[in-house]
C-alpha cells in the first residue's frame, strides 16, 4: 500500500479564516513533506518533517504553520492567508531522509485552496 | 547545483503511437532519477525511479525510461500511447540527502484519436 492521504479535497476560505489541511499515511513512513503547486507549475517544496521534527523550511511564510502530531499525520496551519496562496497543496511521503534508496516520496492526491 | 531540464512544454502524439518524453539533468553525483505522472487536479503519481544498476528501467502502465550517463539524460518511453495517457509529466532528480525533489517544469501530453 502507496497511500498518502488528504483532506480535504478542496478548501474555500476568505483571508481572515483559520482553516488547517490534513495528511495521513499508514506505510511507517518517517520523512514528511509539503509541497504547493500552481497552475501548469511543478510542485515547490515547502516543509520537511523527519522522524516528526520540522528538518526544512524553505523560507516559508508564517501564515503557514506545520505540525507532525505523530508519524502518520502531517497537517498544515492556515492563517490570514492571501489570494496569491491559492495553490493545489501536496503532502508527500517517504521511508527515511538519509538519501537512500528508500527515499521514493509517495505524493497524496492534494487539496485544491481557494483564498477568496 | 542540481537541475532538471525537460525541453518540451507541449507534446502531442497520436493514439497508438510511440512516445518519448526528454529529461536532462545537472548533477556532480550519480543522481536518483524519477519521473511522476499528474492527471488534472490529481496528486503525482510515480511511474519509475532510477538508483543506480541496470540503466534501463520499467514502470508502471508500460513506460520505462532509460538513463545515459554520457548525456545526462533519462528519458521515458512507451511504445504504444493510450487516450488515458494524456496528462502532466514530471521527471525529478533527488538530491543526496534525500530531502528535496528538484523537479523538471513539466510537458504536457496530449493524445489524439
Known amino acids: 500500500d502507496t497511500e498518502v492521504t488528504q483532506t480535504p479535497k478542496h478548501l474555500v476560505m476568505g483571508m481572515t479564516n483559520k482553516k488547517s489541511l490534513k495528511c495521513e499515511q499508514h506505510?511507517?513512513?518517517?520523512?514528511m513533506y509539503w509541497y504547493k503547486q500552481k497552475a501548469k507549475k511543478p510542485p515547490e517544496l515547502m516543509f520537511v518533517?523527519?522522524?516528526?521534527?520540522?528538518?526544512i523550511n524553505e523560507s516559508v511564510p508564517s501564515r503557514f504553520s506545520p505540525e507532525c502530531p505523530n508519524s502518520s499525520l502531517l497537517n498544515l496551519h492556515l492563517h490570514a492567508l492571501q489570494p496569491e496562496d491559492s495553490a493545489l497543496y501536496l503532502c508527500?511521503?517517504?521511508?527515511?531522509?538519509?538519501?537512500?534508496?528508500?527515499?521514493?516520496?509517495?505524493f497524496g492526491p492534494g487539496t485544491r485552496l481557494t483564498v477568496l | 547545483a542540481q537541475s532538471v531540464t525537460q525541453p518540451d512544454i507541449h507534446i502531442t502524439v497520436s493514439e497508438g503511437a510511440s512516445l518519448e518524453l526528454r529529461c536532462n539533468y545537472s548533477?556532480?553525483?550519480?543522481?536518483?532519477l524519477f519521473w511522476y505522472v499528474q492527471s488534472p487536479g490529481q496528486g503525482l503519481q510515480l511511474l519509475l525511479k532510477?538508483?543506480?544498476?541496470?540503466?534501463l528501467v520499467q514502470g508502471i502502465k508500460g513506460f520505462e525510461a532509460e538513463f545515459k550517463r554520457s548525456q545526462s539524460s533519462f528519458n521515458l518511453r512507451k511504445p504504444s500511447v493510450h487516450w488515458s495517457d494524456a496528462a502532466e509529466y514530471f521527471c525529478?532528480?533527488?538530491?543526496?540527502?534525500?530531502?528535496?525533489?528538484?523537479f523538471g517544469k513539466g510537458t504536457s501530453l496530449l493524445v489524439t484519436p
Open positions: 506505510m511507517g513512513h518517517r520523512a
Open positions: 518533517y523527519s522522524y516528526e521534527k520540522l528538518s
Open positions: 548533477y556532480g553525483a550519480t543522481p536518483y
Open positions: 532510477y538508483f543506480s544498476g541496470d540503466t
Open positions: 525529478a532528480v533527488g538530491a543526496g540527502s534525500g530531502y528535496a525533489l528538484n
Open positions: 508527500a511521503s517517504s521511508l527515511s531522509s538519509r538519501g537512500s534508496v528508500a527515499d521514493t516520496q509517495y
